[in-house]
Structures are given as structure tokens and as C-alpha cells.
């Protein structure tokens, strides 16, 4: 199996350690020989040593080192210091247990068996340092691969985790975006769809109620149903998509806000006291305060019982300022559970604004909705 990034980078501070600690020295002990020894015993340490150090992170080094160690083994009458500098070559290359095992075993076998066919016999310690190293390197490096098999298997389980824990957040941020969809949605149906079709009915109400006795009243709330309906189809094109945005508030705010105003006047007959100012403002502002209007006027036509409505738009240095009145039967603002109330704030709010609300039975409401503007 190939090495792991980790394992090439020891190998490779490593080989530098071993030319020296390991074919030098054999090298080194070799310039003492016979003459006639020394043409093997000088040139396979060396050869050793470069194949080393240009081939010891191949998978196949570990079998030339086997081979390497039987021949300085049987050239020295032994190579147990080599075989003990080599042990690390036998197991970092591969991750398993059972092959470094065989690998090391080979090792100490060519170590001794070189020694024996060269001369040096069997009892001798260079044999006993051989197998006590080869006991003491398989027993270390066996209690190392657990050490790392169980940090791999920590490591892989962390990761389990990680990947779940990443899929169970990216669900989380799903159902999450989908339900501040789903609540803009059905803010955005109130605000506008739902308050269009509850004007219609009133309107429907009231045409075929007055149909026989007020033909000319009949026909202006039919022309008003006229144009709350196609406002309706209007508003529905761009919750689809199909239509821009500023489409609904285009133009300046107060003429929006006037416009508003003039039909509300028409379709209730409450007397509308507006102040409005030619306020500069982008479109998502604009849509904001018309809607807040809207909401206010809807809550009027449908609680307040109110003759006489106060409608305020002004600039201010720190944004601009829409106040709401009516001289209506008010209510307790603390035990409101309205959908309206509460969609005005979370709009205003996500703009940076806010909404205060002031009332109480028998004394009117006031709705002051605060915007900053930005330069």
C-alpha cells in the first residue's frame, strides 16, 4: 500500500540518518579488510547507501534491503547494526501489520544467515542482537500501528461526524430559509392580496345593497372594485416574479401615499387629514411605508370605528417619520394578537426601522413607523 504523505516525510529525513549511522560505518570497517575482501566489502555499502537514498521511498526497497543486508552480512560475518538502523524502512512504507512483520522477519533472517554461510556461525551476537532487535522492533512497532490504527479510526469517525453534522446544518439552513420564505409570503399575501380582496367584498356589499336606491353610488364602487382588482392582479404579478418590484410604489412616496389615501376616503367616506412631505426615498422604502399605510387604513375600516384619520409623512435627521391616527374606539396594544401589527414591525425592522404602536380602549390609536434613508 503507498505511504502516506507523513510517512514520505520521515523516510525522507530519515535516509539521511541512515547512510550515516548505517552503510557508513560498514563502509568505513571495510577499508580495514584483506586486500582481496576489500573489492566487495567497499562497494556494497556504497551501492547500498545511494540505492538508499534515491529509492528508499519506493514500495520495493524494503525487498533490495533484505538482499543488501545479506551481503554485508555475509561480507562482515554479521549486520546486525544495519538491520537495526533498517527496522524503520520495513515499517513505515505500509500501513498493514502482517507485512512489515514478514518484511523484518526476511530482514533478520538474510542478517544472520549471511554471517552464517560467510564463516561466523550461528551462536554469535550478532545473532542474538538480530533477534532481540527483530523481538523488540516487532513489538514496538505492532503497539505503534495500534496507537495509529485507532487515531485513524477516531479520525475517520470525526469525520462521520463532521459530514453529518455539515448535512444536518445545510437542512437546518434549508427549512430555515423556507420558513422566513413561507413568512414573507404570507406577509406579503396580507399586506396586500388579502387586504385587496377584503375591500372588494366590503365594496360588493355595499353595491348590491344600495344597487336599487343609489345607482350612481353603485357605480363608483364598482369602478373602485375595478381598480382594487386590478391593483390585486397587479400585486400577484410580482409576488410571481413576473413583474418589478417598483412597479407597485412607483413614482414619488407622498403622491403613492396620496393616491392611497383618495381611494380610502372614497371607498369608507372617513375624512383623511394628510401631511405629506416630498420625501426622497429608494423604492424598498417607499414599498414600506405604503404598506404600513395600508395596514394602518385596513385595521381602521375594520376595528377602529374612527370618523377621521391623520395621516403625517416627514423628513427627520435621522430617517423619516409615518404616523397613523384615528379618533377610532382604540385598543389594549399588549393584548393584540393581529398578523398586520406584527408584519409591519419584522418589515420595518429588517430595514433598520421600527414601529411603535399607541392606544388604549376609547382614546384612538396612533402608528409611528421610523425609517432611516440612506444619503
Not at 530519515?14 to 577499508?31: D, I, K, N, R, S
Not at 410580482?238 to 403613492?256: C, D, K, N, W
Not at 429608494?282 to 394602518?296: G, H, M, N, Y
Request: aromatic share 6%; hydrophobic share 45%.
Amino acid at each position: 500500500m503507498p505511504a502516506s504523505d507523513d510517512q514520505i516525510s520521515i523516510l525522507r529525513w530519515y535516509t539521511l540518518l541512515w547512510v550515516v549511522f548505517g552503510p557508513a560505518p560498514e563502509f568505513v570497517a571495510g577499508l580495514g579488510d584483506p586486500a582481496g575482501t576489500r573489492v566487495w566489502s567497499l562497494p556494497v555499502p556504497v551501492v547500498l547507501a545511494l540505492v538508499g537514498a534515491v529509492s528508499a521511498r519506493r514500495s520495493w526497497f524494503p525487498y533490495a534491503l533484505i538482499a543488501g543486508l545479506g551481503a554485508v552480512s555475509f561480507l562482515r560475518d554479521g549486520a546486525a547494526s544495519l538491520y537495526i538502523v533498517s527496522l524503520p524502512y520495513f515499517w513505515l512504507p505500509v500501513r498493514s501489520a502482517r507485512w512489515p512483520v514478514l518484511l523484518s522477519a526476511a530482514g533478520a533472517a538474510t542478517a544472520v544467515g549471511g554471517g552464517v554461510l560467510g564463516g561466523g556461525g550461528l551462536a554469535t551476537g550478532n545473532t542474538v542482537v538480530t533477534l532481540v532487535a527483530y523481538a523488540a522492533g516487532t513489538a514496538l512497532g505492532l503497539a505503534a500501528r495500534r496507537v495509529a490504527d485507532r487515531a485513524e479510526a477516531r479520525a475517520r469517525r470525526l469525520d462521520d461526524e463532521l459530514t453529518s453534522t455539515r448535512a444536518d446544518l445545510a437542512e437546518a439552513h434549508r427549512r430555515q430559509g423556507a420558513a422566513e420564505e413561507r413568512e414573507r409570503l404570507a406577509r406579503e399575501i396580507h399586506d396586500t392580496l388579502a387586504q385587496g380582496f377584503a375591500s372588494i367584498v366590503v365594496l360588493a356589499e355595499a353595491v348590491r345593497s344600495g344597487l336599487a336606491d343609489d345607482p350612481e353610488g353603485a357605480a363608483r364602487q364598482l369602478l373602485s372594485i375595478e381598480r382594487t382588482a386590478r391593483e390585486n392582479l397587479a400585486e400577484a404579478r410580482v409576488l410571481v416574479g413576473t413583474s418589478p418590484q417598483e412597479t407597485i410604489a412607483a413614482g414619488s412616496v407622498s403622491r403613492t401615499l396620496r393616491r392611497t389615501l383618495d381611494r380610502f376616503t372614497e371607498d369608507t367616506g372617513i375624512a383623511v387629514d394628510a401631511d405629506l412631505a416630498d420625501v426622497e426615498c429608494d423604492p424598498t422604502t417607499r414599498i414600506a411605508l405604503l404598506r404600513c399605510v395600508q395596514e394602518s387604513l385596513a385595521n381602521v375600516r375594520k376595528h377602529a370605528a374612527a370618523s377621521t384619520v391623520g395621516v403625517v409623512l416627514a423628513s427627520q435627521p435621522h430617517g423619516v417619520e409615518l404616523e397613523v391616527t384615528d379618533d377610532g374606539r382604540g385598543f389594549s396594544v399588549a393584548d393584540a394578537r393581529g398578523f398586520g401589527l406584527t408584519g409591519m414591525r419584522r418589515r420595518l425592522t429588517e430595514l433598520g426601522g421600527e414601529l411603535t404602536v399607541t392606544s388604549s380602549p376609547g382614546d384612538g390609536t396612533r402608528v409611528l413607523a421610523v425609517l432611516p434613508i440612506e444619503e
